[in-house]
Every structure is written in C-alpha cells, then in structure tokens.
C-alpha cells in the first residue's frame, strides 16, 4: 500500500484554509523496497542521518547477514556479507569521517566493521569481548578518522576495555579495568580529540568517571562522583562547547538505600530529585546542581496541566532525551514528565488508560507497575548550572505506555517507543526544536515544538500518515492511550524487542524520513518529508 502524509487543516474558514495550503512541502522522495520477509526484517536505521542501513538474515543460513548501507537518496548503495551467528547482536552505529563504523558482538567476541562512503566495506576485525548484563558498548569520533570504543571484557567478565582505533582499525592505544571484587559495566562515553570520558558502575552501588587522554591513553583522573551526602545515579551525559563531561540524573537522600527512579503516590514525596552535574579533565566539577522534586520541581512540573485528574502530581519523573549548551551560554535539559501506575490504578483508567490483560502479576500479589510518559519539559541553566527557568509543554495526546520495566533506568533511557524522535537546530541563535512522532484518533502524526514555549504541539502544523496507530474503535477525543508490546519497544537491537513497523529518522537538514513496514506484504516503504511546525 502506497503511504503518503496528509496534511490535516481543523480550520474551517477558507482564508485560512487557503494560508495553510500554502505551507504543503514539496513533492516527497519516495522508495519502496521490497521481498523483505517479515521473518527476516531487523528494522531501517539511521547513522547520525548520514546514511541509513538494514541488517537482513539470510532465509534458512541462521549465520549469514547482509549489511544493506543506503545513501540519503534512498538508494541502495551496497551489501556486505557478515558471518553471524544465533548469539550475535547489531550494537552502536557512528559516523567516523566519511566511514561509517559498526559493532556487533555476542557472549564471547566483538567485530568492528568500517563501510566506507560509497557503501563498500572497508575492513573488519574480530577481537575477544563480552556481553555483560546492561553494560554498554560505545564508539565515539576522536577526529581525523579515529575513534574509541569502550567495551565489556576481561577473563571473568567483570570489566571493561577503552581503546583508540585508527581508520585502517589499527590499535593505536588500549585500557583496561576491572575491580578486584564485583563487575564494572559502562553506561556512558563521551569524547572528543583531546578527551575521553568513561562513566561506569559497580555492582556495588557506585558511579565513576575515569578520564583518559585522547591522544596517549594516559589516564588523567579516576574517581567516584562527587556524591557527598546524596548518592547519584547518572542516567543521561552529553559534553559541553569546552569538552567537559555532562551528567543528569536522579539523588536519593541518604535514608534512601536505592535512588528512586519513581513512585505511584503523590502522598508519598520522594526523599530526592534530579541533579546536574558538568566536570572538567581534572575531575573537579564545575558545578553540582541539586533539584528537590518535593520543594523545586512538583509546582513547576504540574503547572499548566492539560488534564488534572492525570498528572504528574507531587511526585515527578523526568526521562532525559538531550543534556546539551544553551546557544549564547548555559546548558538545556530537554525531556519528558512521567508516574509510575500499577495496572489497577483507578485514577488511570478514570483518564482514559486501558488495563493489558494477563499482565496484572502473580496470584495474591500487587500488579506490576508501568510507566506512563506524560509531557515535554525544558530545564534550562546558567553557565554556573543555576536553574533558572522550567518549561512544561503539555501534549494534548499524552498516555505513553511502557511495560517492559526490567533493567531498571538503562532500559527506561534506551527505550525509544515515546513520542520525542529527535532535535532540529532550525535557527542557530535558539534551542533546537523538538521532533514529535504521536497520535490521534488511531493516526499517526509528526510535529515539532520550539522548546521556548509553554504552548502545546501547534494544531496546525501536525502532518498525518494515513498508517493507523491503533485498531480501529470508537474516537476517545484527545486522549489515547498506546500500550506497547514487547515487539514494539526496545533501543538499538535486540531484534525483535527493537522492531518498528513504523519509524522516524533524521535525515538532511530540514528533513525527515518515514519508514513504514508492512509485514503482510514484506514490503517498506521509505519518504522524506519536510519537519513541519515551529511556529509556536
């Protein structure tokens, strides 16, 4: 079937009809590809919007894949054959110069595989690794054509390895760490040409950042975070214009063993918030920044509610998408409000949730809980980390439903099923827009917002697929509820947790890609599309 993006126009005066119309993009580019075998699809993915790429098993050889690379043209640009087996999982995808460079790994051993820019391979090689549980794999760019990658490994899988690897994956410096007693496992890299930063936990309960000279490997500091008396639990980091580390995430009190992640009670505060955390080579920070949810964070996050009898309450959650520098100095943290349900919480049902069925827990027990992610939020910060302004901006369209709550705050993070897609820089001098991928009365829609604005996604700018979101039923206004299964959720792999029948890219500047998978006829089809909005 022939996907095409509609644009809906809720006015009916014909002037501003006739304004409105003016606003259509230009004729979209469009590619199907098909014979894919739904059996066989792992998912259309992008790398930094450079080039895009499909991992397709061979039908009955379990071990063979065919790494598709695909340029913006959506054109298929070439094939690469890879021997895989069962075990194996597709990792972290970068643009490295103008290679783009892969990591696969199983429980025993990693491959790095370089494609070059006309879509050939250029070289692979294979090295021990493993897989350790929630521990993270990460390549990052370290100018000229090299990069590093921090991977799991040691002979007891309990450490991790940080390395330098030149274009041709030559070996041009490598690090190992493992403690003496426990696992260590990555959560974090970020990096530039003169520095790398690696954030790590132990199985213990505590986070370090071990930082290393990009050029020599010579370690430069390795530290816990400055916790104090408020133990901190990094669950997002990005990297400021100076090249220092930047972390985000939640602080318990030291009453409270676990950092909560969130709670289901608005008459139970949690005893701690959210912290922002910038940290230079030398390891002293450069500020620490502590957010009480209770006393700085309820108000400002339940201010300008959409819908009172389903809010965030006094006790908030906030999922990190981008911790970034604030165009004319300070920092930006852009996210999303959620709370915690059980599945037989009456004040979701009253709001519109649906209970999933056969997922309520044990015989006897409490049913298990579920995320629901409400609205956008910006945090936006001084250059000495002082808040100084919280923006909520209400989605009209709001229940995001994640059932999938093993793995605790990595996999919260890394799940990707909620509506942001990704940030467009349309003018230089603002914060980035938001790039929405929601729904509405069982469609599809893409919208951006300007993060300085208190004003819900506009109504006007929304461009609809004429892909159904839901199973046709009866208009539940503007609130839909989406529990999404297990086969429509997961981050990076992990195929078919990761499986998106429908996705949203970045592409070039301005642009976006909409990937639709049929599985009845095994067909996708791919479109580029203007990014709509903005003009709140």
Do not use: C
Not at 50 to 66: A, G, S
């Amino acid at each position: 079937m022939r996907n095409s993006f509609v644009q809906r126009l809720v006015l009916s005066s014909s002037l501003l009809l006739l304004l409105t119309a003016g606003a259509q993009p230009a004729v979209a580019q469009e590619a199907t590809i098909s014979d894919l075998g739904s059996a066989y699809y792992r998912g259309f993915r992008t790398v930094e919007g450079q080039l895009y790429f499909m991992l397709r098993q061979e039908r009955n050889v379990y071990d063979l894949f065919h790494l598709e690379i695909y340029g913006r043209d959506l054109q298929k640009k070439g094939t690469t054959d890879l021997r895989l087996g069962r075990g194996w999982f597709q990792g972290d995808a970068r643009m490295v110069g103008d290679q783009a460079v892969f990591y696969f790994f199983t429980g025993k051993e990693g491959l790095l595989l370089t494609v070059d820019a006309s879509g050939q391979k250029f070289k692979e090689i294979r090295f021990p690794a493993n897989d350790v549980l929630v521990s993270q794999a990460v390549i990052a760019p370290a100018g000229g054509g090299d990069f590093y990658l921090a991977y799991p490994f040691d002979p007891g899988k309990t450490g991790y390895v940080v390395a330098r690897y030149g274009p041709d994956l030559s070996v041009k410096w490598k690090k190992d760490y493992a403690p003496e007693k426990g696992k260590y496992r990555v959560r974090f890299v970020q990096a530039d040409a003169a520095t790398v930063y690696v954030v790590a936990d132990h199985t213990k309960g505590t986070y370090e950042v071990v930082t290393l000279d990009g050029a020599t490997g010579a370690e430069k500091f390795h530290q816990d975070l400055p916790a104090e008396a408020t133990p901190l639990t990094p669950t997002f980091a990005g990297l400021s214009s100076a090249g220092h580390l930047l972390l985000t995430g939640s602080y318990a009190e030291p009453a409270q063993k676990t950092p909560v992640v969130s709670v289901a009670s608005a008459s139970a505060p949690r005893p701690g918030g959210l912290f922002v955390l910038a940290m230079g080579p030398d390891g002293k920070p450069d500020f620490l920044t502590r957010m009480s949810y209770a006393k700085d964070l309820a108000g400002k996050l339940n201010t300008h509610s959409t819908l009172q009898q389903f809010t965030v309450g006094e006790t908030p959650g906030v999922k990190v998408h981008a911790l970034l520098p604030r165009p004319g100095g300070g920092y930006a943290l852009m996210g999303e409000t959620f709370k915690n349900f059980s599945f037989t919480d009456t004040q979701y049902e009253a709001a519109g949730g649906v209970r999933a069925p056969g997922l309520n827990g044990v015989a006897g027990g409490p049913g298990p809980l579920r995320r629901d992610i409400l609205d956008l939020v910006v945090f936006q910060f001084t250059p000495q980390g002082q808040l100084e302004s919280v923006r909520r901006i209400p989605k009209p369209y709001k229940i995001y439903n994640d059932q999938a709550m093993g793995g605790g705050n990595t996999e919260f993070n890394n799940t990707a099923v909620y509506a942001y897609r990704f940030l467009y820089q349309r003018d230089p001098a603002q914060l980035p827009e938001l790039v929405l991928f929601n729904w509405h009365q069982n469609l599809l829609y893409v919208n951006s917002v300007k993060p300085a604005t208190d004003a819900r996604d506009n109504l006007f700018t929304r461009r609809y697929l004429d892909q159904p979101a839901l199973p046709a039923g009866p208009d539940r206004g503007e609130l839909t509820a989406r529990t999404y299964s297990n086969e429509m959720a997961g981050s990076i792999d992990y195929a078919p947790a990761a499986l998106f029948f429908d996705e949203v890219l970045p592409h070039a500047p301005g642009k976006f890609l909409y990937t639709h998978f049929d599985p009845a006829t095994s067909r996708l089809h791919l479109q580029v599309m203007d990014v709509p909005g903005g003009s709140n």
